[in-house]
């Protein structure tokens, strides 16, 4: 069946650094995939795209890279600001109607 | 525009009582989604609608949760009775179309069960 799982349950970063958040996935035929970003208290917020067949996609301040050899997505984020301190959740749109979300990272950042 | 908007965000009661979540999808769209969140775990789907039709209900335990969307707009999801496991957030979700990510979330209701 598939799975999508991150390898990181916390990330701490200090403000100005790059973040880089990793996932997993195990569903080979997953064309699909998406960052969101959830704050305390609030339901999670789309982020980024993308679709396999790209190797990388870049927004504002974030960029996404998939590696579908290793079945392995990232987020990074640069220069990260406090804004930033989330859970972070990866999630595979399976079957084009069903998003199956991974654990979260949680990510921290220092002054 | 106004988001997706849930309530209560907030409920307590005790085992054995019956609650219900309401939902308001964001203006114009025609999918709606009742989503589990677990403490520390990604959000887990219970049922999506089409309009007012649920085409899929296959995550919803039946035998205590029930879900409706009568005019395909406003949602209200129901526990009856809830169980010490109910406790959670349950958050609701719309997008204009099914099949594409961005579906935008509300602040969820954190069900306390007691």
């Known amino acids: 069946g598939e799975s999508v799982g991150l390898h990181l349950p916390t990330l701490s970063v200090q403000e100005g650094d790059n973040s880089i958040i990793n996932c997993a996935y195990s569903?080979?035929?997953?064309?699909?995939f998406i960052w969101y970003k959830q704050e305390s208290g609030k339901g999670p917020q789309f982020i980024i795209d993308i679709r396999s067949n790209m190797d990388k996609r870049q927004g504002q301040r974030v960029t996404v890279l998939l590696n579908k050899t290793v079945k392995h997505l990232s987020l990074q984020i640069a220069a990260t600001q406090p804004g930033d301190s989330a859970v972070y959740f990866c999630a595979d749109l399976y079957n084009t109607d069903k998003l199956i979300f991974g654990t979260g990272t949680r990510l921290q950042v220092f002054p | 525009e106004a988001g997706v908007v849930q309530s209560p965000r907030y409920k307590i009661i005790e085992k054995k009582q019956p609650v219900a979540f309401w939902c308001n999808p964001i203006s114009g769209h025609n999918t709606l989604y009742w989503y589990l969140q677990n403490l520390g775990q990604g959000p887990e789907l219970l049922i999506r609608y089409e309009n007012e039709e649920a085409v899929d209900d296959s995550q919803l335990p039946k035998d205590r949760f029930s879900a409706e969307r009568l005019k395909g707009v406003d949602s209200t999801l129901k526990i009856q009775p809830a169980e010490l496991g109910d406790s959670a957030v349950y958050l609701c979700a719309s997008s204009q179309r099914q099949g594409f990510g961005e579906q935008y979330f509300g602040p969820g209701t954190r069900l306390t069960v007691t």
């Open positions: 569903n080979s035929a997953s064309d699909y």
